[in-house]
């Protein structure tokens, strides 16, 4: 089946310590989406790639970046991982927003 | 900017019974398109309904439809038969041209067996 593929699962992480989240797609859609959702709120996106254009919003952290090496893969990398960075991070893909997107499971991001 | 409002932070219904999520929208489009997600606990966001602006029929899913009322903007979910599978966080969200999805705060609902 085609899908959003994101690894690891769980992933701990320490203080201060690089930590890099990955996401995989078999969907072939063009656009891919980085969002972190913490404790019962709403996603809160964080990048998102059109094609190879990367497009960040205003208010992601310096600490955030990502990379798109393929059409298939999405890497999220985290600088220096602070405690207010634990949340759930969710990838997302769409072939035209306008049809909705198709989300992975997540990655529960556990900083110590 | 376009802004969702979920005025039900949280929900709880029998099992069978059929309950209504609230939501409102705010923008200055006529064509857009609106959807419902739902978030179980620990598990992947899923697209429950999506309705385009344009069209006046509300859209159904099986045991999901939505009440569009576009010059009221608002754009609520009804789920007849309630399952305890519904157990979920659900999301509104508002999608216009080549912006993104804008999310409403979310409704956690709980169906009680």
């Known amino acids: 089946d085609a899908m959003v593929i994101q690894n690891p699962r769980y992933q701990v992480t320490q203080f201060g310590k690089p930590v890099t989240l990955s996401c995989s797609q078999t969907l072939n859609h063009n656009v891919m989406y980085w969002y972190q959702q913490k404790s019962s709120q709403a996603p809160k996106l964080l990048f998102h790639y059109y094609d190879k254009d990367f497009n960040n919003e205003a208010d992601t952290p310096d600490n955030f970046q990502s990379r798109r090496p393929n059409t298939s893969f999405c890497f999220l990398d985290i600088r220096s991982p602070g405690l207010g960075d634990a949340a759930m991070y969710l990838c997302a893909t769409s072939a035209r927003g306008a049809y909705g997107y198709t989300f992975g499971s997540g990655t529960r991001l556990t900083v110590v | 900017a376009q802004t969702v409002t979920q005025s039900q932070p949280e929900m709880s219904v029998q099992e069978a019974e059929t309950v209504t999520l609230s939501c409102t929208y705010d923008?200055?489009?006529?064509?857009?398109?609106l959807f419902w997600y739902k978030q179980p606990p620990s598990r992947q966001m899923i697209l429950v309904i999506r309705q385009e602006a344009y069209k006046q029929q509300n859209a159904t899913e099986n045991r999901f439809s939505v009440n569009f009322q576009k010059a009221a903007k608002s754009f609520s979910l009804k789920i007849s038969d309630s399952q305890l599978g519904d157990t979920a966080m659900y999301f509104c969200?508002?999608?216009?041209?080549?912006?993104?999805?804008?999310f409403g705060t979310g409704t956690r609902l709980t169906i009680i067996p």
């Open positions: 923008t200055s489009e006529s064509n857009y398109y």
């Open positions: 969200a508002f999608f216009f041209g080549n912006e993104k999805l804008t």
